[in-house]
């Protein structure tokens, strides 16, 4: 076996299986998005392959989410580059990626939270269609009141970081259950005799979050990674659609992603989960380049994702798909009407990662890591197999297994109560290398 192979398999199961992870690290601490990768079972395989580069690596994840991935690769000094349709995943990572002082952050915190405590307006800044059903009116004051103050600062890249804060405290304030990342209302009497206040959340997020970047410098100062207080390569995070186009000119030598393992909808609603925070976020302090109409419907973001959209007639999708992939063909052919309708939405899923795919391999380098963490789920009771479906798109395109490895997912963040239970409780880390 050739030894980064090897190396690469030598990573103890404790350490894949998240064991010894540490729940509170930089990297998780600053918003809790759905379904982020643990930093600590990715660490292991980018060092070993960063090794096997020889430390000159340029780091690629076009289904960015959190930027646990993005993180990661500068700590290890490398350029990292990212991508991610959901304007919430992108300013997640533009935070977590920028270089913060963490002294210029308490001041704005003490400008923000001084303008906070003398607003006595009780207007309200946001409209949009049933506001009323998400927020109570007193939190729509108090949120009112902390939008106010972080308009007022002048630096787009504090503000930024502030908004992120107003993001969380939303999730924490409003009306939706944090139990699922569809939205769906509290119980009216839970509502009425919840004691939640915005501007105490909001207070004690940013304390948290500060405190956070500031640890995170220290790793990076401490890695030899930042001079005269900037990152000394490159760290670019864009907002854009992977199936339809890799927005940067620059090449890469390594990949490292977890796509999602299906169509929003039915899996993971990213969408859902970020529709009420960027209803409070202006559009231009995240990004005016961003070609999609986030805030038209609360299904907006999700549909425009992997799998979401009906752009061709089924038959000539699955004439396409189920040639470079026999198992999905296999799959898809064992139902009839109601069940094979409901299984399309797999073979749309899998032709837009297939696309998706397609973009990114003209941006990786000969001899290039490509690192796909995928786990399988179920469809009508049936496994769609997730893993053995991604190696045979791979195959078509010529670009075989390096090497692969399995972890439980236990501690991958899951809502606890909605349909990701039809998901399975393993996933499969695939290694692929591409040809000289
Ligand atoms: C499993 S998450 C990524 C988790 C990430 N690796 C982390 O550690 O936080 C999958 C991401 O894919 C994004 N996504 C879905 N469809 C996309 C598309 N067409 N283009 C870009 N990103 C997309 C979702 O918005 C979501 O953030």
Redesign the pocket.
């Known amino acids: 076996m050739n030894s980064v192979k090897r190396n690469i398999k030598s990573i103890s199961s404790e350490t894949l299986n998240g064991k010894n992870y540490i729940r509170n690290d930089f ?1 998780r601490n600053i918003l809790n ?7 600590s079972v ?1 660490e292991p395989i980018i060092e070993k392959l960063s090794f096997a580069l020889k430390d000159n690596v340029s780091m690629i ?9 993005l993180v990661t690769g500068m700590k290890y000094g490398m350029n990292v580059f990212g ?4 304007p919430l ?1 992108l300013l997640i990572s533009q935070v977590k990626t920028c270089i913060y002082n963490p002294q210029e952050l308490y001041e704005a915190e003490q400008r923000i939270v001084s303008l906070i405590n003398s607003d006595e307006s009780v207007s309200i800044e946001i409209s949009f269609t049933n506001i009323e059903k998400w927020f109570t009116k007193n939190i729509q004051i108090e949120l009112s009141k902390i939008y106010r103050a972080i308009r007022k600062e002048p630096v787009l890249k504090t503000r930024k970081f502030f908004w992120l804060a107003i993001a969380e405290t939303i999730r924490l304030t409003s009306n939706d259950r944090t139990s699922t990342f569809k939205m769906h209302m509290r119980p009216i009497d839970e509502i009425c005799l919840r004691q939640v206040s915005a501007l105490k959340t909001f207070k004690s997020i940013i304390r948290r979050n500060i405190k956070s970047i500031d640890e995170y410098i220290n790793v990076l100062e401490s890695n030899g990674c930042l001079n005269n207080g900037s990152y000394i390569k490159t760290a670019q995070v864009l907002w ?5 186009e890799i927005r940067t000119n620059n090449t890469f030598n390594l990949l ?6 299906g169509d ?1 909808q039915t899996t ?1 609603t ?2 859902q989960f970020s529709y009420l925070p960027l209803q409070w976020i202006p559009r231009e302090d995240i990004d005016d380049a961003i070609s999609i109409d986030y805030l038209l419907k609360v299904q907006s ?1 999700d549909s ?5 959209q009906i752009k061709e007639k089924i038959k000539d999708v699955e004439e396409r798909v189920f040639e470079k992939s026999r198992t999905l063909g296999k799959f898809i052919n064992q139902f009839k009407g109601g069940e094979r309708k409901k299984a399309e939405k797999v073979t749309r899923f899998i032709n ?1 990662l297939d696309t ?1 795919i397609d973009k990114i391999l003209p941006k990786m380098e000969n001899n290039s890591y490509l690192v796909w ?1 995928i786990g399988n789920r179920n469809v009508n009771k049936q496994v769609v197999q997730n893993d053995s479906i991604l190696k045979e798109l791979f195959t078509h395109k010529g670009i075989s297994l390096f090497t692969d490895l399995e972890r439980e997912i236990s501690n991958k963040r899951m809502p606890g109560r909605n349909n990701f239970s039809n998901m399975m409780s393993k996933e499969k880390i695939l290694i692929f290398k591409k040809p000289f």
Not at 83 to 86: K, L, T, V
Not at 240 to 244: C, L, V
Not at 256 to 261: H, M
């Open positions: 990297a998005y759905p379904a982020m990768m643990v930093p990715q994840d076009p289904f960015m989410g959190a930027s646990n991935t991508q991610d349709i959901n995943s854009g659609d992977s199936s339809s490292v992603t977890s796509p999602p393992y929003n993971v990213y969408g973001i425009n994702s992997l799998g979401g837009d998706s963490t």
